[in-house]
Structures are given as C-alpha cells and as structure tokens.
C-alpha cells in the first residue's frame, strides 16, 4: 500500500506542476497515479491533505540535502559555499519539487501544515546551528540571530532561484554560485573575504 502513496505523491506534484494547484483535481492525480478513489481516500482525505503530505515531504528532503554538505563540519567559508552550491543545485536538480515548495508555501491553505512546516525548519535550523555556532565561537562567522545568518545565505540565491522558475531569467542559478558566495562570505565571516 505504500506504492500506491508513493505513486499518488509523485502524481500530484507533475499535476499539479502542470495545472496548479487550483486547477488540479483528484480525479486527475488519481488517473495519472493508476489508483483507485478509495486508494486515494485510504492516504487523503481531500486535495489538500494530500498537498500538505506533499510539501512537508519535499521540505524533509530539501533539508537533508542541506544538511548533509555541513557534516562533517566544513571552516566557515567552505560551509558556505556548500550551503549555497547545494540550495541552488537542489532547485535546479528538482525544479518540479523546489517550484512547488515555492508556490504553496504561499498559499492560503499553507497553513493547515505550518506547525508540522515550522518543526521541521527548526530540525534544519538547529543543523545549521550547530555547524555555525563553534565557527561564531572560534571568531571565523559574525555574530548574528540565526535567522539573519540563514537569510544572507539563502535568501540571495532564492532569489536567483525564484527567477529561474518564473522564466525571468533563463539563466542557471548554479551560474551565480560564485558571485552568491563571495557576497556571503564578505557578509558573514569574520575576515570578509574569499
């Protein structure tokens, strides 16, 4: 029976790549799955249950990528420039996945999962925390609010990002990567410099 989730899962994220999630149907995710209406209402109690499952899966795995290039501990700079190579590798290696976290957490209904979506950030936040706070310690990074440290480094290349998927810019964020991390580096480490 965990196939069967498995496949609805996938088939929701290429439908509603496709027709959003407001044209989306159950109908259609189940057509394209190959799962019956009472598979679908087995896992899913409605469309958006079934989002929800969806985003906070895709954020579990966008948030193991990112913590993975951090252990072992990298020096200040070079977990950086992991930090950011990985987010926008992440988007471009899984543009469907990334364009939907993108565009849901937007959403209105977004908040039927933000106690789940909040949990999970703080698992990734406390990662990054332990990473970061011996290199704040050891003087290498700038104190500063975790927030505003993971905002520096993410907020730049989500941006690059979101003009990719919009189709602003047809450039490959991964070609930013350079000029990404040196501003990061400048704003972040003690020395400034890469």
């Not at 109908?27 to 799962?35: L, N, S, T, Y």
């Not at 989002?51 to 290039?69: K, N, Q």
């Not at 977990?79 to 899984?94: E, P, S």
Request: aromatic share 8%; proline share 4%; charged share 25%.
């Amino acid at each position: 029976m965990a196939g069967v989730r498995d496949d609805l899962l996938t088939a929701a994220l290429a439908v509603f790549d496709q027709d959003g999630f407001d044209g989306a149907t159950v109908a259609a995710i189940r057509e394209r799955a190959g799962a019956s209406n009472g598979s679908f209402f087995h896992f899913f109690g409605s469309k958006r249950e079934l989002a929800g499952t969806l985003f906070l899966e895709v954020l579990r795995r966008y948030h193991i990528a990112m913590l993975d290039v951090i252990d072992p501990p990298p020096d200040a700079a070079e977990g950086i420039a992991r930090l950011i190579r990985t987010h926008l590798a992440w988007v471009v290696d899984n543009r469907r996945e990334a364009n939907f976290l993108f565009e849901i957490s937007r959403s209105e209904w977004a908040q039927d999962v933000r106690d789940a979506r909040k949990a999970r950030n703080a698992t990734v936040a406390e990662g990054v925390e332990a990473w970061r706070a011996p290199l704040v310690a050891g003087g290498e990074l700038r104190p500063m609010q975790a927030s505003l440290f993971f905002s520096q480094i993410i907020g730049p290349a989500q941006f690059v990002c979101r003009a990719w998927l919009s189709g602003r810019d047809p450039s490959d964020p991964r070609d930013h990567a350079d000029g990404l991390i040196a501003c990061a580096v400048r704003a972040l480490t003690a020395g400034g410099e890469r």
